[in-house]
């Protein structure tokens, strides 16, 4: 979505707020959850009046008032010529729109259970003047016969709607959120957003969560997840705060202060993962059955899931060792270094001297080496010594340059309004809040 995009739909957003109250009839709770294991809700509502019908007048770029539209789908092994044979096209005339089709698009590869549109001047017309075919949600395919062929393949007009969410946590945020089927999309754009200031491996009880977030329709039709603008994260003695925030010299999410989200050190190397050990100096070892330091964290996930370097770095190893099994060590700068290990296989071009950003995958995670399960053991290197880096107190990352703070701090307010209002504002969060205490 480009910018201007993005003020449009605040500046209608600020109104709906104001007269949200008027809207209560049209509320609807998007999702919500309650379970009795991890008692985690999540609910959220409609911020606007519904999904928007753009341009009722024209259809396909007809005036709807003048001509007659008949909506039809693809049936199983149906043949595109066929229908428009039957609909009073002459054979000629098929070939030669197929012709003039021929580089945009191939007749035979229509999809039973696709939609397509017969146009003609009125309903008693036999000839149509026009037809439409719909290969996806968001193209359609305009053959217009009025005078030459004239075969068109548009994109809809994306419309895009501010929705929020909130919940509240008992237990495992991932796993929770996965169970209710919420796009995981926003589940990793709250990561990302928040990832400097809530360690998501060490949530509590209680720990509430509010989102801004942009849904996206065409023609009233939910298609997907836009960008998260806002989220809060509030734990007992402490809220964080990120907002998504574009200008000339950056993109992206910063927090109260004006600091990217991108921190120094992501804070774990899988996503969507659990701590199976800590860093433990006394740890018993499962397989060599005996006390032996632990000197890493180890994330379990699924076999072959993504392993993403922590920090920007260069790779000084991707090798094999009988303990470790496939492991990669990423040099980071003069102090830190990082391993991963018991990998499956390597990411495409990992070796020596291969220069990595954060967040780049690596390899996959497996159990080579001394393993009891597919996990990566993340191993954290200052100053040449194995140490705890959820324990560290990493460098925090530059604030934006003075100059920009100004323009950063407006739009951040505005949005810290809206934040705020969450769950004031809006009626059913008393609701959800009952049902999830009860
Ligand atoms: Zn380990």
């Not at 035979?108 to 149509?128: F, L, V």
């Not at 801004?212 to 065409?218: L, S, T």
């Not at 960008?227 to 809060?232: D, G, I, T």
């Amino acid at each position: 979505m480009n910018f201007a995009t993005f003020k449009k739909s605040k500046i209608r957003k600020s109104y709906s707020d104001i007269i949200f109250s008027f809207f209560i009839a049209s509320v609807f709770i998007l999702g919500y959850h309650l379970d009795k294991n991890s008692n985690l809700t999540f609910s959220s509502v409609s911020d606007e009046e519904s999904a928007p019908h753009k341009g009722s007048a024209m259809k396909f770029g007809f005036p709807l008032d003048s001509v007659y539209i008949q909506e039809d789908v693809i049936k199983k092994n149906e043949i595109f010529s066929n229908i428009l044979n039957l609909n009073g096209l002459s054979p000629n005339l098929i070939l030669s729109i197929e012709n003039e089709a021929k580089e945009i698009f191939n007749f035979r590869n229509i999809k039973a259970g696709s939609k397509y549109h017969i146009i003609k001047k009125s309903e008693c017309d036999d000839t149509p003047i026009a037809f439409v075919y719909e290969p996806d949600k968001f193209t359609y395919l305009v053959c217009d016969l009025r005078d030459n062929i004239k075969v068109d393949l548009v994109e809809h007009d994306v419309e895009v709607c501010e929705e929020v969410a909130y919940g509240s946590i008992d237990g495992s945020l991932w796993q929770s959120l996965g169970k209710i089927g919420v796009d995981n999309s926003i589940i990793d754009k709250m990561e990302e957003a928040l990832s400097t200031s809530v360690d998501f491996y060490h949530i509590q009880k209680g720990d509430e969560f509010k989102l801004i977030f942009e849904k996206k329709y065409i023609n009233g039709e939910y298609i997907g997840l836009g960008n998260l603008l806002a989220a809060s994260y509030s734990t007992d003695n402490n809220t964080s705060y990120s907002i998504n925030y574009k200008s000339k010299d950056f993109d992206g999410f910063l927090d109260f202060e004006g600091r990217p989200a991108r921190k120094t050190f992501l804070k774990a190397p899988v996503k969507f993962s659990r701590i199976s050990s800590n860093f433990n100096l006394r740890r018993f070892h499962p397989i060599k059955g005996k006390t032996i330091p632990h000197l890493g964290t180890d994330y379990a996930a699924p076999y072959g899931t993504e392993i993403r370097s922590v920090a920007d770095g260069i790779v000084t190893a991707a090798a094999y060792g009988s303990g470790n099994g496939k492991f990669v060590k990423v040099k980071h700068d003069k102090v830190y270094e990082t391993q991963y290990l018991h990998m499956s296989r390597f990411a495409k071009g990992i070796r020596p001297g291969t220069r990595v950003k954060q967040g780049q995958t690596i390899g996959y995670v497996g159990a080579t080496g001394l393993a009891t399960g597919p996990h990566v053991c993340f191993r954290f290197w200052k100053n040449g010594r194995q140490v705890n880096h959820l324990k560290e107190k990493m460098p925090a990352p530059q604030t934006l340059p003075q100059s920009q703070l100004g323009n950063y701090f407006e739009v951040r307010d505005k949005m810290l309004v809206r934040l705020q209002k969450i769950g004031h504002n809006y009626p059913h969060q008393d609701m959800a809040g009952k049902v999830a205490n009860p």
